[in-house]
Each structure stands twice: as structure tokens, then as C-alpha cells.
């Protein structure tokens, strides 16, 4: 090959990923400062954004600046706009707002800084950054949680027919959006959220606000070692499959399975790695987290979740994409 025709190397793309922090400030001081509810009521320009959230238009300038470069907004006529997704998930008051769960994860931000020292740390422990929540920490955390854990449990029953089940046992339940959302599609459905002790307090005040209370239970259990209900045909594990090792998921569906009443079925959604472990980044930096918190959990792929249910006796073991890209559902079906 010609030299003159081979692409030069620059530092482009490594300098962009070094700084990719800066653009999730942007994001999450738009959040904070409420730039994306102030937009959508009718501040459209630098100095209506400035005056709505109360700071020195050259700093909202600098800000919607760089929020029309991330596409967070759009110039319209000289005029701001939200980007579609952002009207629908960033305006407050709304029934999808997700402003909480854009914050989540600035808690850890201090220890991303510090991933190296957390590499090198070889004491690691199962779920240690919340067996000791408080319920006024579980509440915190399922209310940053709960508008996205109910738009996948709205996904769920999209995806999942569940006519004809019984009762759904939902493994680590948080909030218990699943099995709400369950509920509300099929009136037959009862269901049982079991998860830490304190998160089963608040999961109770979600399911009433619903008004489930007598179809949902929430009730404390380690789910990893304790008894579990043997009169579910339903299975559910979302959003934590990343927390655990490979033994440990293998146990707790090799439990599932021997729970399930015969006929069941298991659904376990999670980030999961393709099966040549190149990503997705998603999958794979939910996987590095884990190293953040000196956890034992790592990132699993999807033919090693399929393994875990074939090796438990589960029967028609599928896996079908979630959200692309982002989350995979893994299913069987118990014999009998």
C-alpha cells in the first residue's frame, strides 16, 4: 500500500474516551439545574435558559452550548428545543421522568477516579455495597430506579405472554414493576417480590401506590440461601445479573429451578456480553463496575447464561434481545 494513502494515527479517539466524563457532567448538571423542564416550558434562548435556572448567562450559555452539541438539545429558528428522548424521559412532572436514574451512578464517580487502587484490591466480597442498606437508602435507590425498572416491566409483558400463570416469583424485585405491570396485564396473576429486608418495605409502598397490596406481596429473603415459595409457575430475575459470579448464578437458577412448580418457566434479564466477549461496551462496563464496588460480580455472555439454565434441567432455553444492545432475556421452561 501507498503510504501517502494510509491513515495517519492521531490521539482523536483516546483523547475523546479520557474525556468522556466531562460529557456526562453536562448531562447531569442539565439534570440537576432542570435545563430540559426549563426548555420544554418555553426558555429558548440563552438568555431566557440563564434567567430560568437562576445563573450567569455566560455559564448557560456555556452549557446549552454543549448540550445542542451532545444532540441533548436542538436549535429550532434560533430557539432551543429538547431532543425527543429527552422531552420524553428528562421533563419533570412527567409521567416517565428518568432524571433520578441519570443521577444514579454519580455516587460512584469518586471511585471510578480511583479504579486502579479498586483493581488492585484482591478482597472481594458478594454484594457488598448494600447489605447493609438502611430503608431510607433502599428508598432512595428505588426511587432512582423505578421509572426505568417500570418501563421494562412494561417491555416484559410486551414480550412475555403470561395467560394462563398463576403466580410470579420475582427474585431481587426492587421495586416490584414487574410484577405490577404483570399484574395489571393479567388479573389472575398474584405475585411475591422477595428481596433485602428493607427493599421489601419499600417495594410494599410502590405495590399500594398501585393499588396491589392484595395481589403483591413483598416479603424479605436472601434468595442466594433462603427457602424459597414452592407454588411459583412463574420465575423472574432482572437488572442484577452483573452483581454475581458465574457459581452464584448458576446456584440461584439451579434454585429457581427446583422451586418452580412443573411446567414453570424462568426469565432472567441482564446486560450480557456477546458470545465472543467484544461487547457490547454495555454489557462489559456493568461487568467492570463491579471492580468499583470490590465486588465478586463480573459481566456474563449469553451462551453462559443459557449454560446456567441448561446445567439446572430447564427445558426450550431461548435467548432474545431485551433492549438492543443493551439487555438480553434468557428463558426455560421446567419439565412436566
Known sequence: MNKKNEKRLDTVRLQNMAQA????????????????????????????????????????????????????????????????????????????????WMLFTKRLWGEWGKLTEHLRNKDLRLLPDIADFSVEQARAYHEATYSIGMGAGRRFVRQVDLTGRKKIMDLGGGSGAYCINAARTWPEITAVVLDLPPVAVVARDFIAEHGLSDRISAEPCDFTRDPLPDDADVVIMASNLPQYDAEMIQAVVRRAFEALLPGGEMHLIGETLDDDRKGPVNAAIWGLGQAVKDSMGRAHSKAECAGYFEAAGFEDVSVTPFVEGVLSRISGRKPG
Open 21 to 100: 466524563y466531562s460529557r456526562s457532567a453536562a448531562l447531569m448538571s442539565a439534570v440537576e439545574l432542570d435545563l430540559f423542564t426549563a426548555v420544554s416550558r418555553g426558555a429558548g434562548t440563552v438568555a431566557e435558559v440563564a434567567d430560568a435556572l437562576d445563573i450567569h448567562p455566560i455559564n448557560a450559555d456555556r452549557l446549552t452550548t454543549a448540550c445542542v452539541s451532545l444532540e441533548l438539545l436542538e436549535l429550532r429558528d434560533g430557539h432551543f428545543v429538547n431532543a425527543p428522548d429527552v422531552e420524553y424521559f428528562l421533563v419533570r412532572d412527567t409521567p416517565r421522568y428518568a432524571g433520578k
